[in-house]
């Protein structure tokens, strides 16, 4: 028999989708990139801006809200000791070329709303929120504190939770909305390695090189140049006529021949879904260098491999199975050639062995290789008998009738950086996929997920504990 109180949530719910659909679309609407910082707004003005929002929406519930400074804000409401969270975030990463809709108009159709952040993850946010509204209408003397988090700078460093840590409680259970069906139990270790070598010289110096707009994201625009020598000019020129991807640009200016290439952004964590421009501008410099240079962009195209074996990361565990590279930025400084690498390692190693393995293989390069790390977020995992994982598998196959594993994601989530969490689904075939050009959510999803989110949310505030 179907508890009573979970169908008196689904009830509410259903009562209210209007009211939903609309909150989520103006949320949207705010263009909450990471941007200058301001008082009381560190991560920009439309962060700031959509923090306010939800708050003030909170407040009107009844809930009891808490502002971090503009780094993260919360909402609350009930009583105890136990404490049951879901974080969300409502900043997002840029938007990119190409869309059907403006990335920020959350316009409608055919059932979507399309919009940076729709699946990534302000849609889900809003669809927790309504479920903690639910149960704060339908059990309003429930006997355990339920809170909601709304983080400003989940895209570019954790800054968010790394502040709430700093004096906030850690929840007895709580869930991420930001990952895949039902939850991910483990997260792969996350990081950012700078690879540098000085600009190649001789027959084709490479003089400049531009692309990328964040780590996590596949490079999908990249301009480069080189300057060819007087003597290869010819062998250079009838090498560019004979190109055969259609994206790439090449025109010579003097003895410089400026380069363009366009791919396919992706998100970081699965490289292979994109096409990096980067990659692409390499890889013509290959195509194109006379043989007493080609040696030199040979190792700058492997290092672009996807598996991390052109830097000697390449590797695999049981758990988590291949680790991902992604080559997300790259720029010329100080006379180097820098080349920002966003890496999704095993959940068994450590980023010590990560790094190790990388500076071994540099070594045996041509050119001189040099490797810093910018940041390096552990790996995360739950056991399969956890009760939280547990938990949220057997709400989702009772909402859906779906028995389906958890999964492991090479994605990174707050519950790497908030103790007892996991991560949990947020859409479902045919949403949009995060940083992606048209990135949408379904309306039904929408609503689906509200509904899953308030059993779990009631099923984690009520069941027993060990």
Not at 69 to 95: C, I, K, N, Q
Not at 202 to 220: A, F, H, T, W, Y
Request: net charge negative; hydrophobic share 40%.
């Amino acid at each position: 028999m179907a508890d009573p109180v979970v169908a008196a949530l689904h009830q509410w719910l259903e009562a209210h989708e209007a009211e939903l659909v609309e909150d989520t679309r103006t949320v949207l609407r705010f263009a909450s990139i990471e941007s200058e910082a301001l008082p009381n707004a560190p991560y920009g003005a439309e962060n700031r801006a959509a923090l306010d929002f939800v708050l003030d929406k909170a407040q009107q519930w009844g809930m009891k809200t808490t502002d971090l400074e503009g780094h993260l804000g919360y909402a609350e409401f009930g009583t105890g000791d136990r404490l049951v969270m879901s974080l969300g975030h409502l900043d997002v990463v840029p938007v990119g070329p190409g869309w059907k809709y403006p990335p920020f108009g959350a316009e409608i159709d055919n059932g979507y709303i399309y919009s940076r952040g729709a699946t990534d993850d302000k849609g889900p946010t809003m669809a927790a929120f309504y479920a903690m509204r639910a149960i704060k209408e339908v059990v309003p003397d429930i006997a355990c504190r339920l809170r909601i988090a709304f983080g400003c700078d989940e895209e570019s460093g954790f800054g968010c939770v790394a502040r709430y840590m700093e004096t906030e409680e850690a929840p007895t259970f709580g869930v991420a909305p930001d990952s895949g069906w039902p939850l991910y139990h483990a997260e792969k270790g996350i990081a950012d390695f700078v690879v540098s070598r000085s600009l190649p010289k001789g027959d084709m110096e490479l003089v400049s090189m531009e692309g990328g707009q964040r780590p996590n994201i596949v490079i999908d625009s990249c301009k480069a140049t080189v300057k060819v020598a007087a003597s290869v000019r010819a062998e250079v020129e009838e090498k560019v006529r004979g190109k055969w991807d259609a994206n790439v640009e090449a025109h010579f200016e003097g003895d410089l021949l400026h380069i363009t290439t366009r791919g396919k952004a992706a998100h970081g964590s699965t490289p292979f879904m994109g096409d990096n421009a980067a990659t692409r501008a390499f890889r013509f410099m290959v195509e194109i260098a006379p043989f007493t240079v080609r040696e030199a962009y040979e190792e700058l195209l492997l290092s672009c491999h996807s598996s991390g074996a052109g830097i000697g990361i390449a590797g695999q565990d049981e758990v988590s199975k291949d680790l991902t590279s992604n080559l997300g930025i790259v720029w010329v400084e100080g006379g180097r050639l820098q080349m920002l690498f966003n890496i999704r390692y095993c959940v068994t190693w450590t980023g010590e062995h990560l790094l190790s393995l990388c500076q071994n293989y540099l070594k045996t390069l041509h050119g001189d290789f040099e490797v810093r790390v910018d940041r390096d977020s552990k790996p995360l995992y739950f056991p399969l008998e956890h009760p939280l994982v547990k938990a949220v598998c057997e709400v989702y196959t009772a909402e859906t009738g779906d028995v389906r594993a958890p999964g492991v994601m090479g994605g990174g989530t707050y519950a790497r950086a908030i103790p007892n969490c996991v991560s949990i689904g947020t859409s479902w075939d045919g949403d949009g996929l995060a940083h992606e050009t048209d990135e949408r959510v379904a309306i039904t999803s929408l609503h689906r997920a509200a509904k899953i989110y308030a059993h779990l949310f009631y099923r984690l505030a009520t069941m027993p504990t060990e």
